[in-house]
Structure formats: structure tokens, C-alpha cells
């Protein structure tokens, strides 16, 4: 079988011989076929990655707290509806278009990538804009290996996401709460950084639909707004992309959105949050705890006015 990614550079942690014998995806022939008429979560087959250095070592929230409280406005504006309907999504086929400002734009099978892309655990903080929380445990590779396959030109300084929009699918899509399709944007340097993630699976089992099936963006440092999902198309591109929450509600969402506990929405406080299943509220933490790793892509910033 061919190599869609090339083994990282040695100064990188993989050694080849963990990469090129990790995980395989439990998942045979029959169980492809299958996953063409998945009735949505529960039935999802297994997956899994090896475990990451990135991890947080919190407590994880349930699998069902995490595939029922959800933020997925294509399948309804409450939390409980994406669990609900999006049993219509449709995850198979499916591919990711990779392309604007690179050498070699490319078309990626999300078969091709759930067998061959180095796919690791990681457990990641979510912070939401709206004051919850949830800790999650991820499998998926890094964006910037994705990247890296089409070999980005010195223009691509933004990256921005396409989600899929399909009011066949989509019940939400009829509503115009947000411009569809919904898209997100990063600065090609978050986009390249370790942390950010582009997920297939949760809790060994591939994503269930509404947690944005089939592959969707993590970047933990930032509200969960930033982490688009069921990602139809990636673009590289020279200007800061429009993003869907900027277009509805610009003084309200940034194109930033780094999680700033000491800047507050403008309805409300973000210095704390609620981990759903907790009851007391706790300290929301700069970066949601990533500062370490990430802070410094932000130095000399005002991040007051780059909220
Ligand atoms: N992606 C799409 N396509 N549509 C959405 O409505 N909601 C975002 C983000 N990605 C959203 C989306 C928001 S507001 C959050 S908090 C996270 O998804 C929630 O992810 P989760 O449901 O897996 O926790």
C-alpha cells in the first residue's frame, strides 16, 4: 500500500518503525460496507491510536456525555438535537479536498487516511464559548502532516475550512442562524503546530455524526467554535478567511478565539466554566491550560483587540 504521509523528520517523536507499525483500524471489509448506513454513534466501529504526549491526565467525560451534549448547528440549535438527528448524515463516501496556495493540491479518501494517516490518542480539554467544558479523548493525526503532503506556498500564511452543507442531510441548514456553509480559519502557524488536531475517532471508535463525522478540527487552545466539523474542503490561503461565527457576530466572535479567561464575551463573564458532570464552576485557565505550547505564537500580540 502506498504512503499518503511521509515518516516525520527524525528531530520528530515517531520512530519509523512505531509509525509505520501503529494501530491498524479494526475494521474489515464487512465492516466498511456497513459503515454506509451507520445509524450514527452507538454503532460506530472501533479505532485506535497510539497514546500521545499531548494528553491531559483530567478525568475524561463519558461517552455519552460526549456524543449527547452537543454543539452541531446543521442538526439543530439544542444540545441534545445533533444526537438526535444526525443520523442523516451520510460519512461514507467521503473525501477532504486539500488545495489553494501549495505545490501539489490533493484530494484525500477518508478510507485512505483512517488506514495510512499516523493516527495517535489524544486526550484534549474543549472549552466552549458558551461556559462548559469537557475533556475528551481523541483519535487523529496532526493537521500540519496533512499540510505537508501538498507542500504550501510561502503565500499560504491562513488556512480555512469548508464544512459540509447539505439541506438533504441537514435539517439545521434550513434555519438561517448561521451563513452555511459553516466555516473556520487558522493562521497557518496554529495550523502547524503539534497541538492541532484533525480527528476521525473518539474513545477507540470512529466519530459518531454528531461530533462532527467524519473528520473534524480540534485545536484545544481555542473555544470549541474553532473546531470544525465533518471538513468537506481545506484551503490555503494568502488573507485571513471570513469565518462563520465572525460573519454572524463580529463583535462577539474573533477571528482568534484563543481561550482568554481575562477577556469576557461581551453577554458574558468567561473566567470560569462548568466541566459538564461537575457541579461547582472552575477557574477557566489562559489558553485553556495549553499556554505553555502555545503562547508564544501570540507574543507582542494584543490579544484584547485579536480576541
Ligand atoms: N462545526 C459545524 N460544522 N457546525 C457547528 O455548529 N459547532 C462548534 C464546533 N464545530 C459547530 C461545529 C461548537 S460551537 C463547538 S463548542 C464544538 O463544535 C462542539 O463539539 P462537540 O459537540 O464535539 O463537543
Known amino acids: 500500500m502506498s504512503r499518503l504521509f511521509t515518516p516525520p523528520a527524525a528531530s520528530q517523536i515517531t520512530p519509523e518503525a512505531i509509525y509505520l507499525n501503529r494501530r491498524q483500524l479494526i475494521l474489515g471489509a464487512s465492516g466498511l460496507a456497513a459503515a ?34 452537543n454543539n452541531y448547528y446543521e442538526f439543530g440549535t439544542d444540545k441534545d ?3 438526535k438527528n444526525a443520523h ?9 479536498g486539500v488545495e489553494g496556495e501549495c505545490e501539489s493540491p490533493k484530494t484525500f479518501d477518508i478510507e485512505k487516511l483512517l488506514k495510512l494517516a499516523p493516527l495517535e490518542e489524544r486526550v484534549y480539554r474543549l472549552r466552549c464559548v458558551e461556559g462548559w467544558s469537557m475533556v475528551i479523548p481523541w483519535v487523529g493525526f496532526e493537521l500540519g502532516a496533512l499540510l505537508r503532503q501538498v507542500k504550501p506556498t510561502s503565500k499560504a500564511k491562513f488556512v480555512e475550512f469548508t464544512t459540509l452543507a447539505d439541506a438533504e442531510q441537514m435539517p439545521g441548514i434550513s434555519s438561517r442562524v ?3 456553509p459553516y466555516t473556520e480559519g487558522l493562521r497557518i502557524d496554529e495550523a502547524m503546530h503539534p497541538l492541532t488536531l484533525l480527528a476521525l475517532g473518539l474513545y477507540g471508535k470512529l466519530l459518531p455524526n454528531q461530533n462532527g463525522a467524519p473528520i473534524r ?20 490561503v494568502e488573507k485571513q478567511p471570513a469565518t ?50 502555545v503562547a508564544s505564537l501570540y507574543r507582542g500580540m494584543d490579544l484584547k483587540r485579536f480576541y
Request: glycine share 6%; charged share 20%.
Open 36 to 69: 454506509a448506513v451507520w445509524p450514527g454513534a452507538i454503532a460506530a466501529p472501533a479505532l485506535s491510536g497510539k497514546a500521545s504526549r499531548y494528553s491531559t491526565t483530567e478525568t475524561r467525560n463519558s461517552y455519552e456525555q460526549i456524543t449527547s451534549y
Open 217 to 236: 478540527l480540534v485545536v484545544p487552545w481555542k473555544y470549541g467554535f474553532k473546531s470544525a466539523k465533518s471538513i468537506v474542503r481545506i484551503r490555503l
Open 244 to 293: 462563520a461565527w465572525n460573519k454572524a457576530a463580529p463583535q462577539e466572535y474573533g477571528f482568534y478565539s484563543n481561550v482568554n479567561p481575562a477577556v469576557d464575551h461581551p453577554r458574558w463573564s468567561q473566567a470560569n466554566e462548568r466541566r459538564i458532570g461537575e457541579f461547582l464552576r472552575r477557574k477557566t485557565l489562559p489558553y485553556n491550560g495549553y499556554g505553555e505550547l
Open 88 to 96: 442523516t448524515l451520510k460519512p461514507r463516501p467521503w473525501t477532504v
Open 178 to 180: 448561521l451563513d452555511w
Open 81 to 83: 438535537e445533533p444526537a
